[in-house]
Each structure stands twice: as C-alpha cells, then as structure tokens.
C-alpha cells in the first residue's frame, strides 16, 4: 500500500511537470530542455524556507511557486530571443547554471551534500502515514492543475500562444506580441512546475542539486513526446507510463546496478522508437509536433 | 497609439523615401520611392525579384531599410516592429499564405478581433457573426461554426490565402498592403476580389499591391510604381506608364526570356 502510495504521489508531481512543459514545447512550441530548473528551484525555496524560517506551509509554497515562476520568466526574457535549437541550448545552460550555481553555494544550500530533514508540515494526521497524506493532497493539486492548463490552451490566451506558436511572424504582423504571449506560457510552466517542487521537497524530506539535473529535464520531456505534444491529457499518461515501466523491471529480479541501466536504456529507445514511429506520441497533435521539428 | 490618419486633400498616407535595403552585397533595393494615395489602390509591378516584396518588408517593419525613410500619415516610422506598424493602422500579406495552421479557421479570426466585454454565450454568437461575415466578404464560404471548425492548415492554397486576407481585414486596418493576392486564386473568386478591393477603397481604405498583370492594374490601380532591379523605374497612370516605351521592354525583356528558355 504504501509503495502503490508512493508511486501514486510520483505519477501526480510527473503529471505536473509534463502537462506544464507541454504548454512550453505542445502549445508554444518552444522545446525546452530546462524544465527541471523551475522544479527545481520550487523544491529548493521550500525546503530552505521549511528548515529557516516559521513561516507557514500555505506561504511557504506560495512563495516556492512564486521564485520558480520567477526565475523561469527571468530565464525566458532573453532565450526567446533566441529561436530554434539555440532556445533549447539556452534553456539547457541555464538549468545547469542553476544546479552548479546550487552546488557551489555551501551556506546556503550545504551544496552536494543536499538538504536533509525538510519538515512535513503537511502530515498531519500521526495515525495516518505521510505518504497517503500526501497522496490525498497531491491527488486534488494535480486534477486542478491539469483542468486549470486544459482550460488555458483552450482560452483565447491559449489559442494565441498556439498562433504564435504555428507562425510568430505573422501573429506579429497582424498586430500582437509572440514572445510576451510566450513569456507569460513560460510563466504559468514555471508556476506549476514550482508547485510540484514545492511538494516534492516536503515529500521526500531531503533534496539535493540533482532535481535540477538534465536527465529530469529529459525524463519530463520524454513524457511530453510519448504522451503527444500539444494534448496536456497526453502527458500524464506518459507521466503514469514511465514512472510504472520502470518499476516494473523490478519484478524481473535483476541486480540493482544494472536495473538503472537499463532503465536509462530503455527510456533512450521509447524515444527512438517514437520518434521513428509516432512522433505525434499516443494522443498527438500533429500542429505541436510539426513546430517541433 | 495614432492610428495613420487618411492623408488631407490627397497627402499619401504611406510614403517610402528613397528606401535602400541591401544583402550581404545583394542590392535588393535602391532609393525606392512610393507613396500610397488615400483611399486608392496603389499597384506595384516589375519583374520576379525586383524588390517588390522587400519593399513590403521595408514598409511593414520586417525589416529596417540600411537607408530612406519611411513614413505613415505624415509620421516618420522608419525602423518601427510590424507590431507597431500593425498598431498605426497598416496591415499585410505575403506572397504565400500565413496562416495558424493548428488553429481552426474560427479561431484564426476570433483571435483578431479587440475582445468585447459581453457574456461568454453572446460572445461566442458575435464572434461567429463577425467571423462568418468577415469569410464571406473575402468569398469563403463556411455556412456553420461546425464547418468553420476545421483546422485551417488542411485548406487548399487558394483559400488559405483568402483566410490570410481575412485575417489582415480582421485587424480593421487603413492601409492594406497585398503581395501579389490574385496567385493562386480560382478565377471566379478572383473577380470577387477585385470587386472587394474596389469596395474597400470606397469605404476609405488605402491599398498597396504588388501584381504582375498587366490587365488587372490597368482595370484596377490609380497609380502604377513599375521597379525594376530595386529601382524605380518609372510611375504614374497605368495606362501612361504602360506604353512607356522603358516600361515596355522590361515586361516584354521578361516575355522573351521566357520563350527562349
């Protein structure tokens, strides 16, 4: 119970995650690979603010989401300049600028030896164990923020980020303004993406700089593309796929070094053989996948 | 923001002077002047790559001339983003059609419309009357918002051009600047065209337009900008500029050509 738990609260922080950046690479096409940085930056405001100050769990996280939101709309002012793969690159470097930046910085963050005994002050039945807790309050979280995006894309904000999306020169020839509609995509990313981190961190009690590392960019960009760019509902199935297969390749009974090879391995070949076979992903919008390429 | 007002007893509400553009050692322009006549249709003719459509892109804000200015309704613009010049009133096509092709043909119009605060059920219902009347204007034909639901990327070129015009209409611009809009057209539709643009100017909207034949800016235009290796190469009535002697060997130069290829 507590290990299907524990997977349950992992598939809702993914499902954030992927459904969030599926604003940024489905519906604004912009693909980036410094998805972890917000994430990142949500867990760690939170957790420093949980274990320094006496400030309240709804401030806390209010104010983990707002510097996530932050910093990713101070990352996407000059990167949007940029177009393409150099987007891509600029989101990558700042991410890993973030994550050194936060190993290095020892006073504060105890760098590589990470943030230990991060309080829970969401747990607060004694009977009643921390994961469930969790579970019951990640649950609710996740379902809004996904039918709060779903909303979104199909708002008339949401229908302009996809026009400026499809074609920036044109949106901008008729009058409106692509990248402050992009910017404000990025913003709302950067928010939820925040608020996963804001939960993960007082989940798991202790984080360390790896939550801003590029193969959790990847892994939530993996779900993106298996889910189908450009769908939001996509990405949580692909959230739920590849937090489940791997755990899966637990019951084969191999020994546990070469478990995370593979695991490695086989999220390299999901994406190979999407990218050949269905690039679109299972759902798939074929617009979001063709401002991909 | 001003918006270009319509130029006083005749004053050119878009006027281009002597705009150069060059790339990478490429003259595409050199000391073009055009003026654009209030409520009139302004026609550019020359052959493929004079600078036509650079001189678009020089007008619009899509890219800076390397010298000249370029100015709309008195005001110098030189320089100004197509944003801003989208703002002052001018509105354009391009040669191919630019459309939002994940969006649906409602939606490639709804976006374009200044937001009104009225319930979302009305809402939805004036923005498809304005959309259906603003398709039927340009000669598409959606009869319903299911129909009009269609994603606009799977339309045929001809009418993702009309979609394209559609939505430069939907802006509500003064100044309309139109490459080549007659390509690529169904003939009846393009008929309809011309009367549409004939009606346009009627209704004071100034119109800029790059066009190849011949008979349709004699049928057409008020003025006639002929370039020709991103010059001017000669202006005026069409019907005068026309039987120009310089003008003619340029149309009949590119007729030549043709054949001996």
Known sequence: ?293 | MTVAAPGKNGEAVLRLEDVSKHFDGLRALDRVRVSVLPARITAIAGPNGAGKSTLFHAATGLVVPDEGRVYVGGKDVTGSNPEKMSKMGLARTFQDPRIFGGLSVLDNLSILFKPDRTSWRDRRKILWKKTKALLERVGLLFTDEAMAGTKAGTLSFGQQKLLSLAQALAVEPRILLLDEPFAGIHPVQADRLESLLRELTEEGMSILLIEHSVQRILELAHRVYVVHDGRNLAEGVPKDVFSDPDVENVFLKQRRDRTTQ
């Open chain 1, 1 to 293: 119970m507590e290990y299907a738990g524990h997977l349950f609260f992992l598939i809702c922080i993914y499902a954030m995650l992927a459904s969030s950046l599926d604003l940024v690479v489905g519906y604004a096409g912009l693909l980036s690979l410094g998805h972890a940085a917000p994430f990142g930056m949500g867990a760690y405001a939170t957790a420093l603010l949980l274990l320094r100050t006496d400030l309240p769990f709804w401030t806390v996280t209010v104010l983990g989401i707002l510097v996530a939101a932050g910093v990713h709309f101070l990352i996407a002012i000059p990167s949007l300049k940029l177009k393409g793969d150099f987007f891509t690159l600029a989101t990558l470097g700042f991410a890993e600028t973030l994550r050194i930046f936060t190993q290095n910085l020892t006073p504060l963050t105890r760098g590589p030896m990470g943030l230990p005994g991060i309080p829970q002050p969401l747990a607060i039945l004694p009977a009643v164990s921390p994961t469930l807790q969790f579970d019951a309050v990640a649950c609710p979280v996740t379902v809004c923020v996904v039918v709060g995006l779903r909303i979104a894309v199909r708002s008339r904000f949401g229908k302009m980020l996809q026009a400026a999306r499809d074609d920036a020169e044109w949106l901008s020839s008729l009058g409106k303004n692509p990248e402050r509609i992009q910017r404000a995509a990025v913003f709302i990313a950067g928010s939820v993406a925040g608020l996963a981190g804001a939960l993960y961190a007082q989940y798991t009690t202790f984080i360390e700089p790896s939550v801003f590392g590029l193969t959790e960019s990847i892994l939530v960009l993996c779900m993106v593309i298996l889910g189908g760019p450009g769908t939001v509902w996509g990405s949580i199935f692909g959230a739920g796929f590849l937090i489940l297969l791997p755990e899966s390749l637990r019951w084969i009974g191999l020994p546990a070094p070469l478990l995370g090879a593979l695991r490695q391995m086989l999220y390299g070949i999901l994406l190979v053989v999407f990218m050949l076979f269905r690039p679109r992903g299972v759902w798939g919008n074929p617009w979001a996948w063709r401002s991909m390429r």
